[in-house]
């Protein structure tokens, strides 16, 4: 699938209240067969060249539901990016978890509705292995990073809503029922292009409100005002994360697709 332009191995997209990470040094919009990505920044941590893609883009103007996730991704391939550290924004479903927390999931449920969600529309038919969906080793070292900083989860279930409207509290009495932890509105498709294209990807997301039912009305205001106040924890884990990442990638991330066909065309 198409080759890689320059060489960045590393990438981190940013949620809500990320959306300008690091010193840059270069930023390009690529073209894909999926549309433009949005802007790309290529910054550098101590010697790493890291690539940086803010979610929403610059401004933050474009809603989850309207994200091009394809492209965005695609892009990121083109780049030659190998891992991707995202961060998310959640409202909080399980009582224990608070706002402020951080959180590294495990596993994910897609609510999603209305989302191009593959890059394997056609021939070959393709089912890619998604049964540990964030890469092992790039958790890992998220989590030790994040216990440096503060409260963090390191067990948790995602489940991404397709919004941009917050939940009814019948939808997260239903989400606690089916065992997830967290709720948001961006995780998906992004986890699973990422792996259909053999990147490692994991993210660390920061409760932001308790869900729809746990606490007083939601409003946006509040997301933003505690993403304000987490983001330096959430910069400093990345950093540490992408400068202690090991060289060469120890994980199976890279193999699903290869695994999910019958045969190599
Ligand atoms: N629901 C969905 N997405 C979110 C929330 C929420 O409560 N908080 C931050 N992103």
New binding site residues.
């Given amino acids: 699938m198409g080759a890689a332009v320059k060489g960045v191995s590393i990438a981190v997209i940013g949620g809500?209240g990320l959306e300008e990470i690091f010193n840059t040094s270069e930023i390009t919009n690529i073209g894909t067969p999926y549309g433009i990505s949005y802007a790309i920044s290529i910054c550098k941590i101590q010697n790493k060249e890291v690539a940086f893609l803010p979610r929403h883009g610059r401004r933050h103007d474009n809603p989850p539901h309207r994200v091009n996730y394809r492209a965005n991704i695609y892009a990121l391939y083109k780049l030659g990016v190998e891992r991707i550290i995202a961060t998310n924004?959640?409202?909080a479903i399980n009582p224990k978890f608070k706002p402020g927390d951080l959180v590294v999931p495990h596993d994910l449920i897609d609510f999603t509705r209305q989302r191009p969600l593959t890059f394997y529309d056609q021939a070959p038919v393709t089912h890619i292995d998604f049964t540990e969906p964030y890469c092992p080793e790039i958790r890992k070292i998220l989590i030790e990073k994040a216990r440096e900083v503060g409260t963090v989860h390191e067990q948790a279930v995602y489940v991404c809503?397709e919004?941009p409207r917050?939940?009814t509290p019948a939808e997260i009495r239903m989400f606690r029922l089916l065992g997830c932890d967290v709720?948001?509105?961006t995780g998906m498709p992004e986890a699973v292009l990422a792996r259909e294209l053999g990147i490692c990807y994991a993210t660390i997301c920061f409760v932001?409100?308790m869900?729809?039912g746990l606490s007083d009305r939601?409003t946006y205001k509040e997301?933003l005002e505690v993403s304000k106040a987490v983001m330096p924890k959430i910069r400093k884990v990345i950093s540490e994360a992408i400068l202690s990442l090991p060289e060469v990638r120890g994980c199976q991330c890279h193999l699903s697709a290869k695994l999910g066909r019958l045969e190599e065309k």
């Fill in positions: 809500t924004a959640v409202g809503t919004g917050f939940e709720v948001g509105m932001s409100n869900a729809a939601l997301v």
